[in-house]
């Protein structure tokens, strides 16, 4: 990946109904879900919504399939997957070990020594 790919990809997710959406995508899995589930569950209009799903499909982030009737939404993996690759290449001076994330009970302990 390229950092006019990473920063299309950021730039897409940078809008909180859009990382929503994403998030629920990664959460359902491969099979993804269908637009009347996501907009329902985001209180979006299927209007915004679709808005927002077109800006993700066009960073990569998101693939559409029909379905019968429904349109079928779901996250590119491997996009994303490439997308933390590019940003931890070069961390923690090339060792990217220590960049993993922080678990929840860690990060909470952590959080409140602060």
Same mark, same amino acid.
Request: charged content about 25%; overall charge positive; proline content about 4%.
């Given at each position: 990946?390229?950092?006019?790919? +990473? ?7 940078? !809008?909180?109904?859009?990382?929503? +959406?994403?998030? $629920?995508? =990664? ?6 879900? /269908?637009?009347?589930? $996501? ?10 919504? %679709? ?10 982030? =998101? %693939? ?11 996250? !590119? ?5 490439? $997308?933390?690759?590019?940003? %931890?290449? !070069?961390?923690? !001076?090339?060792? /990217?070990?220590?960049?993993? /994330? ?7 302990? %952590?959080?409140?020594?602060?």
């Amino acid at each position: 990946m390229k950092k006019r790919g +990473a920063v299309s990809i950021l730039a897409a997710l940078a !809008q909180d109904s859009r990382l929503d +959406a994403f998030r $629920l995508l =990664v959460e359902a899995g491969p099979q993804g879900m /269908p637009a009347g589930h $996501l907009a329902a569950s985001l209180r979006l209009t299927p209007n915004a919504l %679709t808005f927002h799903l077109d800006r993700l499909r066009d960073a990569g982030l =998101v %693939t559409v399939r029909r379905e019968g009737r429904s349109m079928m939404y779901a996250a !590119q993996f491997e996009t994303m997957n490439q $997308l933390i690759s590019y940003l %931890t290449d !070069q961390c923690c !001076q090339g060792r /990217p070990e220590l960049c993993r /994330p922080i678990t929840g009970k860690i990060r909470r302990r %952590t959080l409140a020594s602060s």
